[in-house]
DNA sequence: CTGAAAGCGCTTACAG
DNA sequence: CTGAAAGCGCTTACAG
């Protein structure tokens, strides 16, 4: 284990400065193109590598962004949401492609998360993960505008809202949902999701399906709408339950999230509901578990690849000091088999392969 | 915004020294314990935090770990195992809980991984998780070894393998599996897995299995043995038709991971078995998904709250110049309906509740 | 195109 | 217990 060589090491043998060695290895076209040529192959030859400490501390950026991944304080450990994992996945690669670290930490909401990543070079910028209460958050956001924090924020785009969102456009993929299940026939159509300003993306999704029933001409009631704030299976079976009791003739259900779809196809077999034949079930987001459920799931498909490098370059222009704006991403219906139409005959092969 | 403000700032306000203030933040005792508290009280006051870089440069340490997750490259982006996605979630926590952060990248397992996170200063060392071709990746470890950069691996734990691996006791875990299958009356009882040293995880797991046939006299027939090196569900339901082609009169099946397990199910349904009743059938990992397929998986569960923590420590007292030793950790058998023995009434009530 | 020099913001021997 | 000073390894005006 030799010690590491530094610029210096590189510069002695080259027969150069060590400021020409960094402009050199730095890119700067102030440099000879044979000066630049012997010293990076010097510099591979020694396994160089620019110290991190060294050059953020001189330029004063850390060239890493921050995830913070928010999670639910009810669920544990190791129910992480899929779908934010797949959204993980996609911003790391944005990342990478950029030339940037990705610094991971799960949060609490009642962590101290404005903790000053940027303050202390950390990061260069943050990216926000997670459902949460939105109006518990909001106050935050503020407080990271003021501080002149550069960070985007994964959720509904909402006007006047602190800081730049990316989202996916929720009220579209709710009326594509609504719209959809309308078609197919079904009138009673019940909505599992907390449709208010705390949770603005289920609020969004929920717009969406109002928006198709009316369109539809069909009665929209309320009191097949069930609160779900959290997006797991248990809320989702507890909530479908609800909805069952509420009103035993319901046709169709529109579940906000995947999460939320899964446990609500449990209580329906639990009562004995065939679905799609009694019920149809819609879910949103495509996790990779939707593909496995019985009947296979049909849902909303939120693009993360699409979504992860949207919330990277959306960061970075705010880093350079560009002005940056929220932005709506577009969601896709995928069908299954829970809704009851035919499946999509794009929907890749060995997942849709007939299941039984 | 206005600027961050550095150890200078607060010694001036202090009255002190910048020398002390350092040593006021970093806990020296060298320091007058009311000296400390007015540091202290000002540092808050200015929403003051140590520079990472400059402390980093000086002290020559990030104080931050990275995680290196190697991807299949035949699974699509979004279709990361979930059960790294659990560790994941326990490797950042625990990183978090003794204060490093943490980075985090995905690699193709062609890339140039052995990149120097450690020469750079990135990264005091690297925690390496994903299956890959245990015999490929031995190179690249040994040549970390050779460079003395400081690492804990996540796999088999192997005699002779290069630096330092936690695992969990695969070959218990398929001795746990295999014997209860056979405690269920099976017989005919097939493995989904490349059992060679190119996979040393799957290998030990059929290890397990191929001694619990023999100490219930059962002769192993290699026929029931199914290559599958790729945890995906593709994968398996791929060698769960090659299993029931070489053999109809299966009576059971052992999956290497749930992932392939998952697979198996929808091979088993399509060809008109049903689970237990024909066939039994065994996962292992225990991933979320586990609870939620039809009918729920029993499988060997790996406690990735416990490998996280032990990942970590186990690195950080390598960083500290302690020798650190391999080390494995138990594997459970969690019972529910797919073996068609009676579900253990431990699991926890919301996913155990009879799904039909 | 290149070099000498300052300086980024800390930590830690060294001296008192 | 505290302070003055050196130095970690770079990048970048400044001067040539």
Same mark, same amino acid.
């Given at each position: 284990?030799?010690?590491?060589? $530094?610029?210096?090491?590189?510069?002695?043998?080259?027969?150069?400065?060590?400021? $020409?060695?960094?402009?050199?290895?730095?890119?700067?076209?102030?440099?000879?193109?044979?000066?630049?040529?012997?010293?990076?192959?010097?510099?591979?030859?020694?396994?160089?590598?620019?110290?991190?400490?060294?050059?953020?501390?001189? #330029?004063? =950026?850390?060239?890493?962004?921050?995830?913070?991944?928010?999670? @639910?304080? !009810?669920? &544990?450990?190791?129910? *992480?949401? +899929?779908?934010?994992?797949?959204?993980?996945?996609?911003?790391?690669?944005?990342?990478? #492609?950029?030339?940037?670290?990705?610094?991971?930490?799960?949060?609490?909401?009642?962590? @101290?998360? /404005?903790? &000053?990543?940027?303050?202390?070079?950390?990061?260069?910028?943050?990216?926000?993960?997670?459902?949460?209460?939105?109006?518990?958050?909001?106050?935050?956001?503020?407080?990271?505008?003021?501080?002149?924090?550069?960070?985007? #924020?994964?959720?509904?785009?909402? @006007?006047?809202?602190?800081?730049?969102?990316?989202?996916?456009?929720?009220?579209?993929?709710?009326?594509?949902?609504?719209? /959809?299940?309308?078609?197919?026939?079904?009138?009673? *159509?019940?909505?599992?999701? $907390?449709?208010?300003? /705390?949770?603005?993306?289920?609020?969004?999704?929920? %717009?969406?399906?109002?928006?198709?029933?009316?369109?539809?001409?069909?009665?929209?009631?309320? =009191?097949?709408?069930? &609160?779900?704030?959290?997006? !797991?299976?248990?809320?989702?079976?507890?909530?479908?339950?609800?909805?069952?009791?509420?009103?035993?003739?319901? &046709?169709?259900?529109?579940?906000?999230?995947?999460?939320?779809?899964?446990?609500?196809?449990?209580?329906?077999?639990?009562?004995?509901?065939?679905? +799609?034949?009694?019920?149809?079930?819609?879910?949103? @987001?495509?996790? +990779?578990?939707?593909?496995?459920?019985?009947?296979?799931? $049909?849902?909303?498909?939120?693009?993360?690849?699409?979504?992860?490098?949207?919330?990277?370059?959306?960061?970075?222009?705010? *880093? =350079?000091?560009?002005?940056?704006?929220?932005?709506?991403?577009?969601?896709?219906?995928?069908? #299954?088999?829970?809704?009851?139409?035919?499946?999509?005959?794009?929907? +890749?092969?060995?997942?849709? %392969?007939?299941?039984?």
């Amino acid at each position: 284990m030799k010690s590491r060589s $530094t610029s210096f090491d590189i510069a002695y043998r080259a027969g150069v400065s060590q400021a $020409t060695v960094s402009r050199a290895l730095r890119g700067s076209p102030l440099v000879n193109e044979e000066t630049r040529r012997r010293v990076q192959a010097i510099a591979k030859e020694l396994n160089y590598t620019v110290d991190k400490h060294a050059s953020g501390l001189r #330029r004063q =950026r850390a060239t890493t962004l921050a995830l913070l991944l928010f999670e @639910d304080p !009810t669920s &544990d450990d190791s129910l *992480i949401n +899929p779908f934010f994992l797949s959204m993980l996945g996609s911003i790391t690669r944005a990342a990478a #492609r950029q030339g940037y670290d990705l610094l991971v930490s799960f949060q609490q909401s009642s962590d @101290d998360w /404005h903790a &000053d990543y940027q303050d202390s070079h950390k990061a260069d910028g943050l990216i926000l993960l997670g459902y949460g209460d939105y109006l518990v958050s909001r106050g935050r956001l503020e407080r990271l505008v003021e501080q002149g924090t550069h960070f985007v #924020r994964w959720g509904a785009v909402v @006007d006047g809202q602190p800081g730049v969102s990316i989202g996916c456009d929720n009220r579209q993929g709710g009326t594509a949902a609504g719209a /959809h299940l309308l078609a197919q026939g079904r009138r009673r *159509i019940g909505f599992l999701g $907390t449709a208010s300003p /705390h949770c603005p993306e289920f609020f969004d999704r929920y %717009a969406g399906y109002c928006a198709a029933l009316q369109a539809a001409d069909c009665a929209v009631d309320e =009191r097949l709408q069930i &609160d779900a704030a959290d997006s !797991t299976e248990l809320v989702g079976y507890t909530a479908m339950r609800e909805l069952l009791a509420r009103d035993a003739r319901i &046709d169709a259900v529109f579940a906000a999230s995947d999460l939320l779809a899964i446990g609500a196809l449990r209580a329906l077999a639990e009562a004995g509901r065939r679905v +799609p034949d009694d019920v149809a079930v819609i879910g949103f @987001d495509d996790i +990779p578990m939707a593909r496995l459920t019985t009947p296979p799931l $049909t849902t909303v498909l939120q693009d993360t690849k699409r979504a992860g490098e949207l919330l990277v370059s959306t960061l970075l222009a705010q *880093i =350079r000091g560009e002005t940056a704006a929220s932005c709506m991403l577009p969601a896709t219906l995928v069908i #299954r088999r829970s809704c009851g139409a035919a499946p999509d005959a794009d929907d +890749p092969a060995p997942h849709a %392969a007939p299941a039984a």
